[in-house]
């Protein structure tokens, strides 16, 4: 991968982050840090979708706590680009343990648990593509240009 290539991603606002009033938060740091929201949609995830996001998790002792958690309240679904936007995404949002997550980050400044640890992103380009897909058609995407967007 190149150096700035635009890269698309995922990043939910799982059902504690929405339920603290965080989704305007979590989308102003990603817009602060040049990161364009091209797609969003707030919903209530059905066990058998957790089942398929989380897939590569099941069978470990956390999976049971992950889709109960995801399917406990409305999320809100982000679809995300920019230059690198699958690292500065993770790098924005922190570690997944939030007493170990740098501060500075979402993570590290909000989440409370390692469960409910408000947000999810994609941690590869193939995890964000497969991952997109279970929360958006090709169709739901909208392009358009942000002012400065030449300098992100």
């Given at each position: 991968m190149a150096e700035g290539s635009v890269e698309r991603t995922l990043i939910?606002?799982?059902?504690?982050?929405?339920?603290?009033?965080?989704?305007?938060?979590?989308?102003?740091?990603l817009e602060r840090k040049g990161?364009?929201?091209?797609?969003?949609r707030m919903l209530r995830v059905a066990p058998e979708l957790a089942q398929r996001h989380y897939a590569e998790h099941q069978g470990k002792?956390?999976?049971?706590?992950?889709?109960?958690?995801?399917?406990?309240g409305p999320i809100v679904a982000l679809a995300v680009e920019g230059?690198?936007?699958?690292?500065?995404?993770?790098?924005l949002i922190g570690g997944t343990n939030p007493?170990?997550?740098?501060?500075?980050?979402?993570?590290?400044?909000l989440a409370l648990g390692i469960t409910p640890n408000l947000v999810h992103a994609s941690d590869s380009l193939e995890s964000a593509a497969r991952e997109l897909a279970l929360?958006?058609?090709?169709?739901?995407?909208?392009?358009?240009?942000?002012?400065g967007e030449e300098y992100f």
């Open positions: 939910l606002v799982k059902p504690d982050g929405v339920r603290r009033g965080l989704v305007g938060e979590v989308v102003g740091r990161l364009k929201i091209v797609a969003a002792p956390f999976y049971p706590a992950l889709i109960q958690h995801i399917t406990s230059r690198s936007g699958v690292s500065v995404a993770r790098l007493q170990q997550a740098s501060p500075g980050t979402v993570r590290g400044d929360y958006f058609g090709p169709d739901e995407y909208l392009a358009y240009s942000r002012v």
